[in-house]
């Protein structure tokens, strides 16, 4: 059974009169990729803040890796590392890009080989190598974001926060980025908690998320629950040459909702079920030349449309 790392009740933020967390409870298990996704002002970074003990909750309580929240939030800000959406800030323009990063491995209490091993790993992870000798100011923006990237990730901290990490990063950038998330999970077990607002994002690399909207908590499940919970099923769009025996398509194929239009038919059929291999050899049986085919399943972006709409 899965060691919860989090778990944190009741969670109530207030600035002012406005709540931005609302009676918020998270549980995120040890290892895991756990996604936080919402609109602009949804609490995700505050959510983000108290975890770390950047912030401390008006209402609620809880543990972070075994400590508890209230009353040993240094023991827990010394084990976490957070990457924020201006971790840029952070960079001395003066350093070059390698020796901003040894600075910090200094600060972090690294030293001689495993300092420069973990530098050099670094850079190379998030494709800074070849430009390691040029100063910080030089480089673009989506780099330095990279560096501050870097700097959090230098020491191998059980627990990493990263809100919204790919926000300054180019397309390749972010695959990159995204397939170092997974490697970190993998190689040394730690915990990552990601906010995004690129639903593909959390959909290719988190194994749960948490819809959070207005400050309150909509939903939390793996992204297949999520589907299969609010949208089961997938469509399969076939365009056939000859349509002269299109209508024995339905005969043969009760168990699925069939749409048929000149010469294209579309198939409405459980998510996950493998219907397409089905589908097909109905075809191959009946003799009907298949000229093309899509598939189309429900995406994180439609659910979470789907779940705060109206709210």
């Known amino acids: 059974m899965a060691v919860n790392i989090i778990n944190l009740k009741n969670?109530?933020?207030?600035?002012?009169?406005?709540?931005?967390?609302?009676?918020?409870?998270?549980?995120?298990?040890?290892?895991?990729?756990?996604?936080?996704?919402?609109?602009?002002?949804?609490?995700?970074?505050?959510?983000?803040?108290?975890?770390?003990?950047?912030?401390?909750?008006?209402?609620?309580?809880?543990?972070?890796?075994?400590?508890?929240?209230?009353?040993?939030?240094?023991?827990?800000?010394?084990?976490?590392?957070?990457?924020?959406?201006?971790?840029?800030?952070?960079?001395?323009?003066?350093?070059?890009?390698?020796?901003?990063?040894?600075?910090?491995?200094?600060?972090?209490?690294?030293?001689?080989?495993?300092?420069?091993?973990?530098?050099?790993?670094?850079?190379?992870?998030?494709?800074?190598?070849?430009v390691k000798d040029r100063w910080a100011m030089e480089i673009s923006a989506g780099m330095r974001q990279k560096l501050g990237i870097g700097r959090a990730i230098l020491?191998?901290?059980?627990?990493?926060?990263?809100?919204?990490?790919?926000?300054?990063?180019?397309?390749?950038?972010?695959?990159?980025?995204?397939?170092?998330?997974?490697?970190?999970?993998?190689?040394?077990?730690?915990?990552?908690?990601?906010?995004?607002?690129?639903?593909?994002?959390?959909?290719?690399?988190?194994?749960?998320?948490?819809?959070?909207?207005e400050g309150k908590v909509v939903t939390v499940d793996t992204i297949q629950n999520l589907k299969l919970k609010f949208n089961p099923f997938e469509r399969i769009l076939i365009k056939v040459k000859d349509t002269s025996r299109i209508k024995d398509i339905k005969k043969h194929l009760p168990q699925y909702k069939i749409h048929i239009s000149h010469n294209n038919i579309e198939f409405i059929t459980p998510l996950f079920e493998n219907a397409m291999e089905t589908i097909l050899h109905s075809f191959d049986t009946m003799n009907i030349e298949i000229e093309d085919i899509t598939s189309y399943t429900p995406t994180l972006e439609e659910i979470f449309l789907q779940v705060t709409e109206g709210k």
Do not use: Q
């Not at 590392?81 to 910090?104: M, Q, R, Y």
């Not at 593909?200 to 948490?210: F, G, L, N, T």
């Open 11 to 130: 969670i109530t933020k207030r600035y002012g009169k406005e709540t931005v967390l609302d009676k918020v409870d998270i549980a995120v298990k040890k290892g895991e990729i756990f996604g936080i996704l919402g609109k602009n002002g949804a609490g995700k970074t505050t959510l983000v803040k108290i975890i770390c003990t950047l912030l401390l909750p008006d209402e609620g309580k809880g543990t972070v890796m075994g400590l508890d929240l209230l009353k040993e939030d240094a023991e827990i800000r010394a084990n976490v590392s957070l990457v924020a959406p201006t971790a840029d800030v952070g960079v001395d323009p003066v350093l070059t890009v390698e020796e901003n990063l040894l600075f910090w491995a200094t600060v972090y209490g690294l030293r001689g080989k495993e300092k420069l091993k973990r530098v050099t790993e670094v850079l190379k992870i998030l494709e800074l190598y070849e």
């Open 155 to 213: 020491v191998h901290h059980p627990l990493l926060l990263l809100d919204e990490p790919t926000v300054k990063l180019d397309i390749r950038s972010k695959f990159s980025l995204r397939k170092f998330i997974k490697d970190v999970r993998d190689k040394f077990g730690t915990t990552i908690i990601v906010t995004t607002h690129y639903f593909e994002e959390a959909e290719k690399i988190c194994d749960r998320v948490m819809i959070l909207n």
